[in-house]
T-cell receptor, first 114, second 112 residues
Framework: EPEVTQTPSHQVTQMGQEVILRCVPISNHLYFYWYRQILGQKVEFLVSFYNNEISEKSEIFDDQFSVERPDGSNFTLKIRSTKLEDSAMYFC????????????FGAGTRLSVL | QKEVEQDPGPLSVPEGAIVSLNCTYSNSAFQYFMWYRQYSRKGPELLMYTYSSGNKEDGRFTAQVDKSSKYISLFIRDSQPSDSATYLCAMSAVQAGTALIFGKGTTLSVSS
């Protein structure tokens, strides 16, 4: 069964460093998303991406964050200068098209900012 | 007022029990309603989705949506220890690429 894959599973970084989280969405899906989940809290939407453009973003997704689809398979989330409060699980998701908005999630990357 | 509210539990039941999980919401624009299961430190796994109001059944799982009351439910029949997980409700408006808004999740423990 097709699945969303994310790498790395765990990323440890120093405060102020840049990190790139990587995702390979399901191959025929057209919409891509990033969410985060701080330990013990809700899953929160960050950004959605379609046709090489951001289609929606939350207030969390400020200038420190960026997304990119550098090739036909990868989808990345970059955090330019990490803060302690960026420590969370980051989930990538994808959906086939816009008619149903049914999103499938990857296993996540645990980001630890020290 | 929070957009999606979900009792976090924890909820403990014996094997074989019927489990009822619920969420309420405030945004009348929501049209798609999903239930995800999440194991500790793993990604949400889609269990069921429902469009607009009504019921949907899949094996031991039944999802119900009552848009007039802004209330959704997930029922698990004949619960098993393997059902022990956190169950997340999520919902969105119709538009493509729209954010899913999640509840906080209900932690379920099924004892054998």
């Amino acid at each position: 069964e097709p699945e969303v894959t994310q790498t790395p599973s765990h990323q440890v970084t120093q405060m102020g460093q840049e990190v790139i989280l990587r995702c390979v969405p399901i191959s025929n899906h057209l919409y891509f998303y990033w969410y985060r989940q701080i330990l013990g809290q809700k899953v929160e939407f960050l950004v959605s991406f379609y046709n090489n453009e951001i289609s929606e973003k939350s207030e969390i997704f400020d200038d420190q964050f960026s997304v990119e689809r550098p090739d036909g398979s990868n989808f990345t989330l970059k955090i330019r200068s990490t803060k302690l409060e960026d420590s969370a699980m980051y989930f990538c998701a994808s959906s086939l098209d816009g008619s149903k908005n049914i999103q499938y999630f990857g296993a996540g990357t645990r980001l630890s900012v020290l | 007022q929070k957009e999606v509210e979900q009792d976090p539990g924890p909820l403990s039941v014996p094997e074989g029990a019927i489990v009822s999980l619920n969420c309420t919401y405030s945004n009348s624009a929501f049209q798609y309603f999903m239930w995800y299961r999440q194991y500790s430190r793993k990604g949400p796994e889609l269990l069921m989705y429902t469009y607009s109001s009504g019921n949907k059944e899949d094996g031991r799982f039944t999802a119900q949506v009552d848009k007039s009351s802004k209330y959704i439910s997930l029922f698990i029949r004949d619960s098993q220890p393997s059902d022990s997980a956190t169950y997340l409700c999520a919902m969105s408006a119709v538009q493509a690429g729209t954010a899913l808004i999640f509840g906080k999740g209900t932690t379920l423990s099924v004892s054998s």
